[in-house]
């Protein structure tokens, strides 16, 4: 990979943008050496350009990119840091099948970057911004049999924006990354890109000047996929099989179709709300034809930056009590209990394991800590490694996913009762979501808290960790409350 370093800034500067101008030279200079790079490889190279801005808010860019017709949009946000993406077209993608996606997604990422050339303008940058980055996800089980509620969404999907704002909280940036060959017009294309930003700009400004107010929430009619009294079945059947010793825990996930009678759901107007509700949450969205795949996750997976990657071992796992009295003395004895410590060092142990070979040291935090979810506490350790040079955080993702907290414990059993008993094709739910930057960095979260949406249909899907005294009718009232992050969202009523 070429990386161009500009130190002064070019006279050329056509237009403002945010308020900053869009450099056409720089460009023009970054796209002129991919031609180069093209010709010597005999075939075309990546051409990322980086421009700072002044910060903007992101779901006014994201509305005016979907204005643009410039192609498939996506968003994440994770509103409490100020820290977003949202990028539209593609100037390639990665798609995978089969369980070593993540592996072949890593590998094509390198071989896309080999030969490319980065530019960058001269300014302050976020520090999350280092070029060309890809955003997409992944399948919860590639194993399972694939259904026409997911058609579009791959196993793996990795998609590398024709245009990406970069938001940060002072400042941002706007990347454009295009496929080069050796015979490409770049004056033609360097017109083309600077024609689509100073629409995107018009378009921006025109969002802020004049923002839509959210529309009043209204009655949606609601469907299971399974009655409710098939689903708690299902999680009796589950509960008999943790008490026969067939795994220690399941997660168990259902859904909900929401349709609105009249009109068809914004996705903008999603995105706000669950921005609003929760800022601390990761925010996404993702199109793929008609369809967008749109979530409030608070859940992440893995992150990786300057050179660490930090996760966590989870597993071992009791009720919450119904008073804070029960509830700590619950946690106190799962936190003594040697059954349980022996497991969690299980998980501890693979994890430490499958990083090993990724890093070049790992550190393990030297005591288990409660993680309190809703209906279920968790042991929980932090873990901590410094990433080999020529590793990335997907082949992570390779061994991390799915964990307990969505699949179940010990993996395999729990995945095979899920394929066998939920009746459901889950497709991203539950499964990795997020972002890898050029250096193999990156943020991926668990989509849960999330639906896909399609015209005026939302299908919305919530999931409960099933453990021994797991009781059927409770777990399903838990599964309805979970279900509301995303009615709210949908501009439902409650």
Not at 84 to 107: D, K, P
Not at 138 to 152: G, I, M, Q, S, V
Not at 367 to 385: E, R
Request: glycine fraction near 8%; charge should be negative; aromatic fraction near 8%.
């Amino acid at each position: 990979m070429d990386i161009v370093l500009v130190d002064n800034a070019s006279a050329n500067a056509p237009f403002s943008l945010w308020p900053l101008y869009f450099d056409r030279a720089l460009l023009l200079a970054t796209v002129h050496r991919a031609t180069t790079r093209a010709a010597l490889a005999g075939h075309a190279v990546l051409a990322s350009f980086t421009q700072p801005l002044a910060p903007c808010d992101s779901l006014a860019v994201f509305n005016a990119l979907g204005q643009q017709g410039l192609g498939e949009c996506f968003f994440w946000e994770k509103p409490e840091e100020r820290r977003a993406f949202v990028g539209t077209g593609a100037a390639t993608t990665i798609a995978t099948t089969g369980t070593n996606s993540f592996r072949s997604a890593a590998q094509s990422w390198r071989a896309l970057q080999s030969g490319s050339v980065v530019g960058f303008a001269p300014g302050k940058l976020p520090s999350h911004v280092t070029g060309p980055i890809l955003f997409g996800g992944f399948a919860f089980d590639p194993l399972h049999p694939h259904t026409p509620l997911w058609k579009n969404f791959p196993d793996g999907l990795l998609v590398l924006p024709y245009l990406l704002f970069s938001g940060g909280e002072k400042n941002a940036a706007i990347t454009v990354n295009l496929m080069v060959n050796s015979l490409d017009d770049i004056e033609q294309r360097a017109d083309q890109i600077v024609a689509d930003v100073t629409r995107l700009h018009a378009a921006v400004e025109q969002q802020l000047a004049h923002p839509r107010p959210l529309s009043q929430p209204v009655r949606l009619a609601l469907r299971n996929l399974l009655p409710a009294e098939t689903w708690q079945g299902l999680v009796a059947n589950a509960v008999e099989h943790i008490r026969q010793g067939v795994f220690e825990k399941v997660v168990l996930a259902r859904v909900v179709q929401a349709t609105r009678e009249e009109g068809t759901f914004a996705i903008d107007e999603m995105l706000q709300r669950l921005r609003q509700s929760y800022p601390a949450a990761y925010v996404f969205a993702i199109q793929r034809g008609g369809r967008y795949f749109v979530g409030a996750t608070p859940e992440r997976l893995v992150f990786a930056q300057d050179g660490q990657i930090r996760t966590m071992a989870l597993a071992g796992s009791a009720p919450r009590g119904a008073t804070e009295e029960e509830d700590q003395q619950l946690g106190q004895e799962l936190l003594a209990s040697e059954k349980n410590q022996h497991e969690h060092a299980i998980v501890v142990g693979m994890v430490r394991d499958a990083l090993a070979d990724l890093c070049s040291n790992v550190e393990v935090s030297e005591h288990a800590q409660l993680l309190k979810l809703s209906n279920i506490q968790h042991l929980q350790t932090p873990i901590v490694g410094e990433l080999l040079p020529g590793h990335s955080i997907l082949e992570a993702l390779q061994y991390l996913h799915p964990t307990p907290a969505v699949g179940g414990f010990p993996r395999e059993a729990a995945l095979a009762e899920i394929r066998e008993h939920e009746q459901l094709d889950r497709g991203w739910y539950a499964g990795p979501i997020g972002w890898i930057d050029k250096n193999g960095h990156g943020e991926f979260a668990v989509a849960l808290r999330s639906a896909l949406i399609e015209g005026n249909t939302a299908t919305l899907f919530a999931g409960c960790g099933i453990v021994a005294d797991s009781r059927p009718a409770s777990e399903y009232a838990e599964s309805c409350l979970k279900l509301k992050v995303m009615l709210r969202g949908s501009g439902g009523l409650d």
